[in-house]
């Protein structure tokens, strides 16, 4: 995406913030149909991941969730408008939250706050930054403009620390979490190679997964808390569970799969707002060939 189509992008983002949740889903709608028809390449990934996470489903059933996920992609997009531009008593009824106590409880334990990859991720992000400070690892957006809006969103209401991924991560988090007593929202679904992950099954996929929320909660005592932001007709809920009891277990290995258990759980419940156009099994074991075709 070039910087004068990012332009034009955040133009009609920041507008969408004065339209009806109705009106945006309508824009999203048919903004989600023209992507699904014209960027093949990210349809082709995410009907490759359906294709292995959920093989007893009809290919028909696959096209369709694929194509509903590009709607809520796009109104997804389009609902940014609201958290770059809106008030805070705006954006948290626009957010609601439950299980809100996990996150609001300031006792000595650090805190672990796990948001996968879903379509509402930015709609938790932006409800934290009215709550309280957290730290966060932020991979930079390769187009400045958006990377620009992004980090703005991200920063309006208590300005996160954020940690530029690159190999010191696991440190920087620890003393954010000890010294500065701040709860590291994670996201733990990202391939970033073989280097420093593990091979554990995500819907009965091997899947290079990092093993950094198990080694930060046996190096801190950090309590680990499931945060899932759902999309729904006027907005979106902010799922918060309670901390996992018996974490951690007996071997970051378990804790790992553990926690591909718990995301699994989670896309079962709205498959369709999962962002399966991410290369999630793009790093193989060894010996195993490409997952994706080129």
Same mark, same amino acid.
């Given at each position: 995406?070039?910087? +004068?189509?990012?332009? =034009?992008?955040?133009?009609?983002?920041?507008?969408?913030?004065?339209?009806?949740?109705?009106?945006?889903?309508?824009?999203?709608?048919?903004?989600?149909?023209?992507?699904?028809?014209?960027? %093949?390449?990210?349809?082709? @990934?995410?009907?490759?991941? =359906?294709?292995?996470? %959920?093989?007893?489903?009809?290919?028909?059933?696959?096209?369709?969730?694929?194509?509903?996920? *590009?709607?809520?992609?796009?109104?997804?997009?389009?609902?940014?408008?609201? +958290?770059?531009?809106?008030?805070?008593?705006? @954006? !948290?009824? *626009?957010?609601?939250?439950?299980?809100?106590?996990?996150?609001?409880?300031?006792?000595?334990?650090?805190?672990?706050?796990?948001? &996968?990859?879903?379509?509402?991720?930015?709609?938790?992000?932006?409800? $934290?930054?009215? #709550?309280?400070?957290?730290?966060?690892?932020?991979? !930079?957006?390769?187009?400045?403009?958006?990377?620009?809006?992004?980090?703005?969103?991200?920063?309006? *209401?208590?300005?996160? =620390?954020? @940690?530029? !991924?690159?190999?010191?991560?696991?440190?920087?988090?620890?003393?954010?979490?000890?010294?500065?007593? =701040?709860?590291?929202?994670?996201?733990?679904?990202?391939?970033?190679?073989?280097?420093?992950?593990? /091979?554990?099954?995500? /819907?009965?996929?091997?899947?290079?997964?990092? &093993?950094?929320?198990?080694?930060?909660?046996?190096?801190?005592?950090?309590?680990?808390?499931?945060? $899932?932001?759902?999309?729904?007709?006027?907005?979106?809920? +902010?799922? @918060?569970?309670?901390?996992?009891?018996?974490?951690?277990?007996?071997?970051?290995?378990?804790?790992?799969?553990?926690?591909?258990?718990?995301? #699994?759980?989670?896309?079962?419940? %709205? &498959?369709?707002?999962?962002?399966?156009?991410? !290369?999630? *099994?793009?790093?193989?074991? &060894?010996?195993?060939?490409?997952?994706?075709?080129?």
């Amino acid at each position: 995406m070039g910087k +004068f189509f990012a332009r =034009l992008w955040v133009a009609l983002v920041l507008r969408s913030a004065r339209w009806s949740p109705a009106t945006r889903t309508r824009w999203g709608n048919a903004l989600g149909d023209l992507a699904w028809a014209l960027v %093949f390449p990210r349809r082709r @990934i995410a009907e490759t991941n =359906l294709r292995a996470c %959920f093989p007893e489903i009809s290919e028909y059933e696959r096209r369709r969730l694929v194509r509903s996920l *590009f709607r809520n992609m796009a109104r997804g997009i389009l609902d940014h408008g609201v +958290f770059w531009s809106a008030d805070r008593e705006t @954006i !948290r009824a *626009f957010v609601r939250v439950e299980g809100a106590e996990h996150l609001a409880a300031r006792d000595e334990t650090p805190l672990l706050l796990l948001v &996968p990859h879903f379509v509402g991720l930015d709609a938790a992000a932006s409800w $934290v930054t009215t #709550e309280r400070r957290a730290v966060s690892i932020y991979a !930079r957006q390769s187009n400045p403009v958006w990377d620009h809006w992004l980090e703005h969103g991200r920063s309006r *209401f208590h300005k996160p =620390l954020l @940690i530029a !991924r690159g190999g010191a991560e696991l440190r920087a988090a620890v003393r954010a979490m000890r010294d500065e007593g =701040l709860p590291f929202f994670y996201l733990p679904d990202v391939d970033t190679g073989e280097a420093n992950s593990i /091979f554990v099954p995500f /819907f009965g996929v091997a899947t290079a997964t990092l &093993p950094m929320v198990s080694r930060l909660a046996r190096m801190t005592g950090a309590r680990v808390c499931m945060g $899932v932001s759902e999309q729904v007709a006027d907005g979106y809920v +902010f799922h @918060i569970e309670a901390p996992w009891p018996d974490h951690p277990g007996t071997s970051v290995e378990e804790d790992t799969a553990r926690m591909n258990r718990e995301i #699994e759980r989670w896309v079962r419940r %709205f &498959p369709d707002q999962y962002l399966w156009t991410h !290369r999630r *099994f793009k790093t193989r074991p &060894p010996g195993e060939g490409a997952f994706y075709r080129r």
